[in-house]
Structures are given as structure tokens and as C-alpha cells.
């Protein structure tokens, strides 16, 4: 194609991407434990910042995937029918309700895409999961964010208050994440008795294993028989496979095919389905590493009381330090001891539970920061 030289004849150049997309905060993930030791010349930096629960693999994970990799010059099941049988075995549902993905933050990326078009509108929370308006974003809808409650939760009346005719779909962390905060079945049945029908609501339960207030409903088995209800998991978290990234969801067989539409072929990868066979048959085992981690979840919430009263309760692998424009500060306080913690400035910092060595290293930085 010929190109005129002429200014004047020349269309107006537009950018070479959507403007809108500047405005938009990049997801920042943990920084690298290794490049912190490295900088202050530490033989290690411990990592509190991604929510990964420190045990590592669950037996027979390494070697399936091992197994797995020997075949990677072939595609993988684009049905994902192994995984998806098992899942449905699981949880006691039908395999054609089940979609999975590269985590549950890719699966609440392909509801936005199965459900809004530009101009259509996602509810949520905020603060909550960071991912949310970068999804919305870059699926064209609005982003209303409804206010959290001066206790760091969920103000589910406001969210109800706030859903329009535009409204399309709601995301509902539980428990929340960063602030760890969990709600209970009485509220979350009123919400679901004001939200319209034609208004998919999203429970995203990526730390539901970690949950022991038995108030707080398990959203497989109460809520997803409900034709607008799609339950977000994954095995990032307590089944430990965050390196292979895989989630699943649990919607209406309409909902989970619309899904499975728009889904990146073969984004579950074959030694992704074989991780997470292997770890789904080590259920005792996972359920012993979260005691673990709750007994040390509320050892540290305790100790970080006597210092910051106003540290909400934790329903999570991790807990919330609501530190507003001190949450840099903090951080940087932490790293420069060696421990890399997540802060969200303007609103406070969230720590991962790690080990109870690791823990006693972050509260010993805590004691001096906040004492």
C-alpha cells in the first residue's frame, strides 16, 4: 500500500494501543526473595508476599509432572476431561458444569469476556483481589467500586445498592483478599435475594481451604445450584501448584460452556492437568498444612494485635495490616531486614503465613517498625 506524503492527506495516527490502558496500574507481583538477598548481601530473604504456602509440593506432584513433561511435543487434552471427571467426583457436580484455566484469575478474565461488552458494567469491592479492574479493563466495562467497610469487609448492601440495569456481573472475594475478611451466609443469602436473575455473581474462594469460622458458607456446596452463581477455586493456594497454574470454576452447564468458548486452547497445559491429579489425591495431606497454617495464622494475628489493635480477623493464608500511608513505609522496613511483605499504599500491607520461622523473623521486624 502506497502512503501519501502529503501531511495534510495523512489520516490522524491514533496510538498503537488503547489509550484507556495507561491509567491502568500493572498487576505487581512479590518481588524476588533472590534479588533481595543479593542487594543486602543476606544468604537468603524470606517471602511473605504472594499468599504461596511454603511447604512445598505435595508428594507424587513432582514426579507426575516429570511423567507429563516427556510428551511435551504433544498438545495437551483440550477438554481437560481427566481433571474435569475428577473435579466433578470431587465436589459432586457434572463434569460439564466444570471449566478450567490458567488460575481463577484467568477464569474471572473469560466470565467478563463471556458476559460484558463494552459499556456493561463488574461490581465489586474495594480494596479487593487487584486483578478485578484490570479484567474489567481490558474487557471494555466499567469498573464500580463499592466502598469496603470501615472493618476491611465486603458492604454487600451498598453492592446491592449499586447494581444497575448495565450491571452484568459481580465479583465477591471470600474471603477478601488482601484484607482476609470473610463473609458469613446470612449476608451473602440477603445479597443474593436483591441481585437480579440476569446478573452473574462471581464467588471467587481461592482461599476457601484456609476458612474454619463455620458462619462462612462453602459457596460449592450452598450456592452454585444457583443458575447466576459461578464459584471460583484454585490450586495455586492450598494444593500448592502456584507454578503451574491452574484453576477451575463451577457454573451452570450454559455458563461453563460459554466459558470453555472463549478460553485460550490448550491453556492447561498437560503437566498443569497432571499437578493437579496428583495433588487433588493428597487431600489429607492438605488439609494437615492448612492446621498448620491456620494455628500459625492465628499466633501471628495475636502477636501483631499488641501492636496494631485494629488487625482485622483472618479467614485466609494470610493477614491484613491496615497501616493507609504508612504501608510503604512498612514495607520498606520489612525488606530492609530481609522480609518482602505486600504493601498496598494508602490502605496497608498484607503478609503471607509462612513457616513459624520465617513468621517470627517478620514479627521481630514488626515489634521494631510498629512498636
Same mark, same amino acid.
Given at each position: 500500500?502506497?502512503?501519501?506524503?502529503?501531511?495534510?492527506?495523512?489520516?490522524?495516527?491514533?496510538?498503537?494501543?488503547?489509550?484507556?490502558?495507561?491509567?491502568?496500574?500493572?498487576?505487581?507481583?512479590?518481588?524476588?526473595?533472590?534479588?533481595?538477598?543479593?542487594?543486602?548481601?543476606?544468604?537468603?530473604?524470606?517471602?511473605?508476599?504472594?499468599?504461596?504456602?511454603?511447604?512445598?509440593?505435595?508428594?507424587?506432584?513432582?514426579?507426575?509432572?516429570?511423567?507429563?513433561?516427556?510428551?511435551?511435543?504433544?498438545?495437551?487434552?483440550? @477438554?481437560? +476431561? #481427566? *481433571?474435569? $471427571?475428577? !473435579? =466433578?467426583?470431587?465436589?459432586?457436580?457434572?463434569? &460439564?458444569? /466444570?471449566?478450567?484455566?490458567? @488460575?481463577? +484469575? #484467568? *477464569?474471572? $478474565?473469560? !466470565? =467478563?469476556?463471556?458476559?460484558?461488552?463494552?459499556? &456493561?458494567? /463488574?461490581?465489586?469491592?474495594?480494596?479487593?483481589?487487584?486483578?478485578?479492574?484490570?479484567? =474489567?479493563?481490558?474487557?471494555?466495562?466499567?469498573?464500580?467500586?463499592?466502598?469496603?467497610?470501615?472493618?476491611?469487609?465486603?458492604?454487600?448492601?451498598?453492592? =446491592?445498592?449499586?447494581?444497575?440495569?448495565?450491571?452484568?456481573?459481580?465479583?465477591?472475594?471470600?474471603?477478601?483478599?488482601?484484607?482476609?475478611?470473610?463473609?458469613?451466609?446470612?449476608?451473602?443469602?440477603?445479597?443474593?435475594?436483591?441481585?437480579?436473575?440476569?446478573?452473574?455473581?462471581?464467588?471467587?474462594?481461592?482461599?476457601?481451604?484456609?476458612?474454619?469460622?463455620?458462619?462462612?458458607?462453602?459457596?460449592?456446596?450452598?450456592?452454585?445450584?444457583?443458575?447466576?452463581?459461578?464459584?471460583?477455586?484454585?490450586?495455586?493456594?492450598?494444593?500448592?501448584?502456584?507454578?503451574?497454574?491452574?484453576?477451575?470454576?463451577?457454573?451452570?452447564?450454559?455458563?461453563?460452556?460459554?466459558?470453555?468458548?472463549?478460553?485460550?486452547?490448550?491453556?492447561?497445559?498437560?503437566?498443569?492437568?497432571?499437578?493437579?491429579?496428583?495433588?487433588?489425591?493428597?487431600?489429607?495431606?492438605?488439609?494437615?498444612?492448612?492446621?498448620?497454617?491456620?494455628?500459625?495464622?492465628?499466633?501471628?494475628?495475636?502477636?501483631?494485635?499488641?501492636?496494631?489493635?485494629?488487625?482485622?480477623?483472618?479467614?485466609?493464608?494470610?493477614?491484613?495490616?491496615?497501616?493507609?500511608?504508612?504501608?510503604?513505609?512498612?514495607?520498606?522496613?520489612?525488606?530492609?531486614?530481609?522480609?518482602?511483605?505486600?504493601?498496598?499504599?494508602?490502605?496497608?500491607?498484607?503478609?503471607?503465613?509462612?513457616?513459624?520461622?520465617?513468621?517470627?523473623?517478620?514479627?521481630?521486624?514488626?515489634?521494631?517498625?510498629?512498636?
Amino acid at each position: 500500500m502506497t502512503r501519501s506524503s502529503d501531511p495534510q492527506q495523512r489520516p490522524r495516527r491514533l496510538g498503537l494501543t488503547r489509550a484507556d490502558l495507561d491509567a491502568l496500574p500493572n498487576y505487581v507481583p512479590g518481588r524476588s526473595p533472590a534479588d533481595l538477598a543479593r542487594e543486602l548481601g543476606l544468604p537468603e530473604a524470606i517471602k511473605l508476599a504472594s499468599n504461596e504456602v511454603p511447604y512445598g509440593p505435595l508428594p507424587g506432584v513432582v514426579e507426575a509432572v516429570t511423567e507429563a513433561v516427556a510428551g511435551v511435543h504433544r498438545y495437551p487434552d483440550m @477438554g481437560v +476431561v #481427566a *481433571l474435569r $471427571e475428577t !473435579l =466433578a467426583e470431587r465436589y459432586g457436580v457434572n463434569a &460439564d458444569r /466444570i471449566a478450567t484455566g490458567c @488460575g481463577s +484469575v #484467568a *477464569l474471572a $478474565e473469560h !466470565l =467478563a469476556r463471556a458476559t460484558c461488552l463494552p459499556g &456493561d458494567e /463488574i461490581l465489586y469491592s474495594w480494596r479487593s483481589f487487584e486483578a478485578y479492574p484490570i479484567i =474489567a479493563a481490558t474487557t471494555g466495562a466499567t469498573s464500580i467500586r463499592v466502598p469496603n467497610t470501615p472493618d476491611h469487609g465486603h458492604d454487600l448492601p451498598a453492592m =446491592a445498592a449499586a447494581v444497575t440495569d448495565r450491571t452484568r456481573m459481580i465479583l465477591v472475594c471470600n474471603p477478601n483478599n488482601p484484607t482476609g475478611t470473610a463473609l458469613r451466609r446470612a449476608e451473602l443469602d440477603r445479597f443474593l435475594a436483591d441481585v437480579p436473575d440476569d446478573v452473574l455473581v462471581i464467588l471467587d474462594e481461592a482461599y476457601r481451604e484456609f476458612v474454619t469460622d463455620p458462619d462462612v458458607p462453602d459457596g460449592l456446596a450452598t450456592y452454585a445450584d444457583r443458575p447466576n452463581v459461578v464459584v471460583l477455586r484454585t490450586l495455586s493456594k492450598a494444593w500448592g501448584l502456584a507454578g503451574l497454574r491452574i484453576g477451575f470454576l463451577v457454573a451452570h452447564p450454559e455458563v461453563a460452556a460459554a466459558v470453555r468458548k472463549v478460553v485460550t486452547p490448550f491453556s492447561t497445559s498437560m503437566a498443569a492437568q497432571a499437578g493437579a491429579l496428583a495433588a487433588l489425591a493428597q487431600e489429607d495431606e492438605v488439609r494437615r498444612r492448612c492446621a498448620l497454617v491456620v494455628a500459625e495464622r492465628e499466633r501471628v494475628t495475636e502477636a501483631l494485635r499488641k501492636l496494631l489493635p485494629d488487625v482485622p480477623e483472618s479467614q485466609a493464608n494470610f493477614v491484613w495490616l491496615p497501616l493507609g500511608d504508612r504501608a510503604a513505609a512498612f514495607s520498606a522496613a520489612c525488606e530492609a531486614r530481609g522480609v518482602i511483605v505486600r504493601p498496598f499504599q494508602g490502605d496497608g500491607v498484607r503478609v503471607t503465613i509462612g513457616t513459624p520461622e520465617e513468621n517470627d523473623a517478620f514479627l521481630a521486624v514488626a515489634e521494631t517498625a510498629l512498636g
